[in-house]
Structures are given as structure tokens and as C-alpha cells.
T-cell receptor
Framework: AQSVTQPDIHITVSEGASLELRCNYS??????LFWYVQSPGQGLQLLLK??????LVQGIKGFEAEFKRSQSSFNLRKPSVHWSDAAEYFC???????????FGAGTILRVKS | EPEVTQTPSHQVTQMGQEVILRCVPI?????FYWYRQILGQKVEFLVS????????KSEIFDDQFSVERPDGSNFTLKIRSTKLEDSAMYFC?????????????FGDGTRLSIL
């Protein structure tokens, strides 16, 4: 069955430090992958998406993600974290059958000053 | 930038009561969705809707749930007789079309608390 795993429930990084949030997927066909961010009290905002082609995709707010088929991973990265990046981050795979998103459990990012 | 709006932001309801959650999708979007997130759990797909009918629904979306597009702008989720386990954050989403190149845009959610 299609699934998305985010192994880290919580991550704490210092402001200015680099960040990597892990995402692994299980999907039979070519995966279409997304990262969403949810700030406290707000909805899900699309950070970036991967369809095909270049395996390194750029998103908003300085985020990027790299698709690695051999590792079934789509990790999110940012070179220098800002306090405003504190939020919950969700990785998702798009299922064409049903036109729906299957989400991971999310990773809560805390940023310490 | 156009956005999906949901009302109310928080709804408190007695168990057994009916509740209607409202959403205004982005105006030129044709596909509509509801997802929910029980506290501490994953965001889960409930239902998708197109051309005034349900396209796909999950096993969560049982007979207690219904969706409707009562006019040209609103998209509603009704829970007929709420249970404690219906307490969750409910997200509405919309997309211009289907397929990977038509990403789903989400609202801020309605937090439903069943007492």
C-alpha cells in the first residue's frame, strides 16, 4: 500500500543552522511528492513539489528537496533556519487513482535562538 | 493570492448533534476535497468532489458524512450525528483540475471538538 514515513516526530535546531527533514515513501509507480508546512493555527501551505526531471527541486522560503529513487526518499533541506520556520512539516505522495494526497505523520520543527 | 477559506475556525458541538463545516474554494477551481487530522495523527483523505458528485471517498467517510455544493461558491461537509471520535481538524482543499500538475490548495482548517 502507498505510504509516507517521516521518521522524526520532533526536531530542534538552532537558528542559522542547517536543516534536513526526512521523508520516505512507498509507492508502486513514479511518485509525485510534496512538502507542506503548517504554522500554528494555520492551514497547509505548499512548499514544493516533485513531478519528474531534475531531482533537486526548489521551493518557497528557501527550502529545497532532493528525490532519491534508490533510497525512496524525498528529504527537505534548508541551509540556514530562521525562527519563523518553526512549524510542522508534512511530506505527501499524490495518488493519481483517487486524485488524493497521502500524508506522512509530520515533523514538528522547533528553532532555538 | 486567492485562497481557500473555511468557517468556523473552531466548532464545539454536543455528541449526537449535526454539524456543518463550510468552505469557500478558490473561485476557478473545479475539484474539492475534505481531509481531517485527528490530534497527533496523520492528515487523512476523506472525500473528493467534482461536477456535483463524489469522485472518491475513504473508508472513514461513512453514512454519517455527506458533502454538498449548495451554491456556486460554498462546499460543505456535514456530519449527521457526531461522535467523540469525530473530534479533529478538518481541512478543505481545492484544485483547478486533476493530476499532479494541479496541486491542491488547503484552507486553514476547522477545529471540531465534540463534547
Amino acid at each position: 500500500a502507498q505510504s509516507v514515513t517521516q521518521p522524526d516526530i520532533h526536531i530542534t535546531v538552532s537558528e542559522g543552522a542547517s536543516l534536513e527533514l526526512r521523508c520516505n515513501y512507498s509507492y508502486g509507480a513514479t511518485p509525485y511528492l510534496f512538502w507542506y508546512v503548517q504554522s500554528p493555527g494555520q492551514g497547509l501551505q505548499l512548499l514544493l513539489k516533485y513531478f519528474s526531471g531534475d531531482t533537486l527541486v526548489q521551493g518557497i522560503k528557501g527550502f529545497e528537496a532532493e528525490f532519491k529513487r534508490s533510497q525512496s526518499s524525498f528529504n527537505l533541506r534548508k541551509p540556514s533556519v530562521h525562527w519563523s520556520d518553526a512549524a510542522e512539516y508534512f511530506c505527501a505522495v499524490f495518488m493519481e487513482y483517487g486524485n488524493k494526497l497521502v500524508f506522512g505523520a509530520g515533523t514538528i520543527l522547533r528553532v532555538k535562538s | 493570492e486567492p485562497e481557500v477559506t473555511q468557517t468556523p475556525s473552531h466548532q464545539v458541538t454536543q455528541m449526537g448533534q449535526e454539524v456543518i463545516l463550510r468552505c469557500v474554494p478558490i473561485s476557478n477551481h473545479l475539484y474539492f476535497y475534505w481531509y481531517r487530522q485527528i490530534l497527533g495523527q496523520k492528515v487523512e483523505f476523506l472525500v473528493s468532489f467534482y461536477n456535483n458528485e463524489i469522485s472518491e471517498k475513504s473508508e472513514i467517510f461513512d453514512d454519517q458524512f455527506s458533502v454538498e455544493r449548495p451554491d456556486g461558491s460554498n462546499f460543505t461537509l456535514k456530519i449527521r450525528s457526531t461522535k467523540l471520535e469525530d473530534s479533529a481538524m478538518y481541512f478543505c482543499a481545492s484544485s483547478e483540475g486533476t493530476g499532479i500538475k494541479q496541486p491542491q490548495h488547503f484552507g486553514d482548517g476547522t477545529r471540531l471538538s465534540i463534547l
